[in-house]
C-alpha cells in the first residue's frame, strides 16, 4: 500500500507573528519557516506504518514555492521514499488543495493519504474533510491512534467529549492530531541520504487543477493588545480580596 | 439571505455552541433555519423550535445519525442547503469534522472559524493561532462557515415556534463505522461555557496534583482546564486542552496554574475577561497578559487560595 502524506511550509511555530504595514499579509519575508508540526506528524505516522510492513512506499507532497523543497527534504530525511513538488507562489486554500491531492491520490493509487489535523498558518482545518469528499473516501480526523489490519484502518479521535474511534475501510483519509506519536530527529546520515532521494515536480495544469484562491483577502491587522493590569499580588489572601473586589468572584 | 444552521447536540439537549452560531447567524440577517441530524433526538428537534426567530427546523431522526459520522451526514446536509446562501456550524469536533466535507461536496471554501461578521459576504477570522486578524470575502453563491463561539452573543432559548419537518436520511454508506467512545467524566462545569476556568499547567508535575486545582474550582463554580503540556504528560485527558489546537475558552475569570504563556495557549484564552497568572517564574509570558498574578511555588499558593476562599 502507498501512503500519500501532504506536508505544507509555514512560518515557523517559535516566530512572531507580524503583519505587513500594509495591511495586506503576514509579513513572509526573511523569517524562519518550517514543516507545519501536524505534518511532521503525518509523515512519522506513514514512516512508522512502512516500518511495520503495512506499507510499501510513503510519498511526501507539497503544493508551495520552489523553497518547499527544502520542507519535503525533511520528510525525505524522516523516512518518505519520494517527494512530489505542485510549484505555486501565493496562498494556497483548502479546497485546491485538495483537489491536487485527490488527482495525485489516483495517479500513484494511494490506499492511505496522511495529512495533518491543521496549518498553523491558516489555522482552517479542511482539507483532509475536503480530500475525503472528493475522492468519497472514509475519514479518520484528529487522530492520536491507529492501527491498520487487513483492509481497515482503526482510527482514535480527539473530539469535544473525550475519545472517539472509528474503523475504516481502504483507502481512506486520516488527519493527525498532536498525540498521534512523537516524530523523530532525522539523524545526519538521514539528511544526507535524503539529498538522493528522488523529488519530482508535477504542475497543477497538468493534473487539472486551478490553485488561484476563491476566497478573497481584504486584509490583515493584528489582533488588539490585551490591556492587562499586570499587578503583581504577595499573597492568595490578598489576591481573592482582589477578585472580590473585582466581582470576578463571589 | 437564508441561513442553514447545523445544530450540535447530544441527541437529548441542544449545544450552547449552537446559540452562539445562532448569534452569528442573526448577524448575517434574513430567514434562519435549523438543521438536526441525530438518531432518537426529538427533543432537540422540540428545543430548537423553541428558539426565538428561527422559522424552521429541519430533523433527520433516526438510527442511522445516532452517531455522528460525516460520510453518512455529508450527502444529507449537501441535499438541505440547496437554497440556502449560508451553512453555519460551530468550531466543535462535530462541525469541523462534517461541514469541510459538505463544503466540498458544494464545491465551495469553507470560512472556518469566523470571530466577526463584516456583511454577508464578509468575514473576520483569526488566523497564525490568532496572532492575526484576516478578513475574508466570499464570491461564491453559497458560504460554509464555522463560527468561533465566544466571539458571539447566544441567543434566547425560549419564546419561539418554529416549524418542524422531518426529512429522509440516505441510505449508510458502508465505508466508515462508529467503534467507540469514552466520554470524559467531569463533575463542575462544561469548560467551553464555565464562568470561570482554572488550568493547570506542566507545573502540575502529575495527574494527582490537578487535585489541587479540583479543590479550588469546586468552590468557585470553575471548570478545570490544561495546557498541552500537561495533556501530553498525560496528567489530565485531551478534552482539558486549551489552545490554537484545543479549546477556545473566554470566561469572566481564567486563571492559569504553573503554564508559562506561549502562544498556542494564549490563542485559546486571552479573550477572557480577566486573567490570573500563578507561576514561580517571574518572567513567564503568561504574566505580560496576566492582571493580576503571585509570583509563588503552586505548591504553596494553591492550599493557601483554597483556605483563603
Ligand atoms: C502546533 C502546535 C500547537 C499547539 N497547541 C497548543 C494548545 O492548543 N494548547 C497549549 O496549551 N499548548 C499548545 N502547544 C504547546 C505550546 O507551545 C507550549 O509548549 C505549551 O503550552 C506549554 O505548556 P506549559 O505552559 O504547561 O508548560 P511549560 O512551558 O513547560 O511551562 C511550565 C510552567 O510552569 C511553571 N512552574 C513549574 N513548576 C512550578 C511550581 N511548582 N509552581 C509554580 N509554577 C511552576 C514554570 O515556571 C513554567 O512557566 C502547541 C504547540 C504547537 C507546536
Ligand atoms: N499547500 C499544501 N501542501 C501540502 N499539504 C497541504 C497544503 N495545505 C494543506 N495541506 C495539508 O492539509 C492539512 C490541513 O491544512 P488546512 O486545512 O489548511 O488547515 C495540513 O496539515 C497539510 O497536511
Not at chain 1, 483548502?94 to 495517479?107: C, F, N, Q, R, Y
Not at chain 1, 481512506?172 to 538521514?190: C, H, K, M, Q
Not at chain 2, 441530524?37 to 433516526?62: E, F, H, M, W
Not at chain 2, 484576516?134 to 453559497?142: E, F, G, Y
Amino acid at each position: 500500500m502507498k501512503i500519500l502524506v501532504g506536508v505544507k511550509r509555514v512560518l515557523d511555530h517559535n516566530v512572531k507573528v507580524r503583519v505587513r504595514a500594509d495591511g495586506s499579509a503576514v509579513d513572509l519575508d526573511n523569517v524562519k519557516m518550517a514543516i507545519n508540526p501536524f505534518d511532521e506528524i503525518a509523515v512519522e505516522a506513514a514512516v512508522r506504518l512502512k516500518e511495520e510492513g503495512v506499507a510499501t512506499e510513503v510519498i511526501a507532497v507539497s503544493i508551495g514555492p520552489e523553497k518547499a523543497q527544502d520542507t519535503l527534504r525533511q520528510a525525505l530525511a524522516m523516512g518518505a521514499d519520494r517527494a512530489i513538488l505542485v510549484p505555486h507562489g501565493g496562498t494556497t486554500e483548502p479546497l485546491s488543495v485538495a483537489k491536487t491531492l485527490k488527482a495525485l491520490a489516483e495517479k500513484e493509487n494511494a490506499g492511505l493519504v496522511i495529512l495533518g489535523k491543521q496549518a498553523i498558518d491558516d489555522d482552517c482545518n479542511q482539507t483532509g474533510q475536503m480530500l475525503a469528499a472528493l475522492l468519497g473516501w472514509p475519514q479518520g480526523t484528529f487522530a492520536s491512534g491507529l492501527s491498520v489490519t487487513g483492509e481497515q484502518i482503526e482510527v482514535t479521535r480527539e473530539v469535544d467529549g473525550g475519545l472517539e474511534t472509528v474503523a475504516l475501510n481502504l483507502p481512506a483519509i486520516v488527519t493527525a492530531d498532536l498525540r498521534l506519536n512523537e516524530p523523530r530527529f532525522a539523524s545526519l546520515p538521514a539528511i544526507m541520504k535524503a539529498k538522493k532521494k528522488p523529488l519530482e515536480s508535477i504542475t497543477a495544469e497538468s493534473l487539472g487543477v486551478d490553485l488561484a484562491p476563491r476566497l478573497e483577502l481584504v486584509g490583515v491587522v493584528e489582533p488588539p493588545v490585551r490591556a492587562a493590569g499586570g499587578v503583581i499580588v504577595a499573597t492568595a489572601a490578598e489576591l481573592v480580596e482582589k477578585l472580590k473586589h473585582a466581582a470576578a468572584i463571589a | 439571505m437564508t441561513i442553514l444552521v447545523i445544530a450540535d447536540h447530544d441527541n437529548s439537549s441542544i449545544a450552547s455552541s449552537t446559540l452562539n452560531t445562532l448569534g452569528a447567524a442573526t448577524q448575517i440577517g434574513g430567514d434562519i433555519d435549523i438543521l438536526v441530524l441525530g438518531g432518537n433526538c426529538a427533543a432537540v428537534t422540540q428545543a430548537a423550535a423553541a428558539i426565538p426567530g428561527v422559522r424552521r427546523v429541519l430533523s433527520a431522526d433516526c438510527e442511522l445519525f445516532a452517531q455522528p459520522l460525516a460520510e453518512d451526514m455529508a450527502p444529507l446536509v449537501q441535499r438541505c442547503a440547496e437554497g440556502y446562501t449560508h451553512v453555519l456550524g460551530s468550531t466543535t469536533t462535530f462541525a469541523k469534522n462534517l461541514l469541510p466535507r459538505v463544503a466540498a461536496l458544494l464545491d465551495v471554501p469553507q470560512i472556518s472559524d469566523i470571530s466577526g461578521v463584516i456583511d454577508a459576504n464578509t468575514f473576520e477570522r483569526p488566523i497564525y493561532a490568532g496572532n492575526a486578524l484576516a478578513t475574508v470575502r466570499s464570491h461564491d453563491a453559497i458560504k460554509v462557515i464555522t463560527v468561533r463561539s465566544t466571539k458571539f452573543e447566544a441567543v434566547a432559548v425560549t419564546g419561539g415556534s418554529a416549524e418542524c419537518l422531518a426529512i429522509d436520511a440516505q441510505s449508510a454508506q458502508a465505508q466508515a463505522r462508529f467503534v467507540s467512545r469514552t466520554e470524559a467524566k467531569s463533575e463542575g462545569p462544561e469548560l467551553a461555557t464555565a464562568r470561570i476556568v482554572i488550568s493547570g499547567g506542566r507545573g502540575m508535575g502529575n495527574g494527582e496534583n490537578f487535585a489541587l486545582l479540583d479543590a479550588v474550582a469546586a468552590k468557585l463554580g470553575a471548570a478545570v482546564g490544561a495546557s498541552r503540556a500537561a495533556v501530553d504528560a498525560g496528567f489530565v485527558p485531551n478534552d482539558y486542552q486549551v489552545g490554537q489546537t484545543g479549546k477556545v475558552v473566554a470566561p469572566d475569570l481564567y486563571i492559569a496554574v504553573g503554564i508559562s504563556g506561549a502562544i498556542q495557549h494564549l490563542a485559546g484564552m486571552k479573550d477572557s475577561k480577566m486573567i490570573v497568572a500563578i507561576n514561580k517564574d517571574p518572567d513567564a509570558p503568561i504574566f505580560q497578559v496576566a492582571d493580576y498574578g503571585i509570583v509563588g511555588d503552586l505548591f504553596d499558593v494553591m492550599p493557601a487560595l483554597d483556605a483563603a476562599l
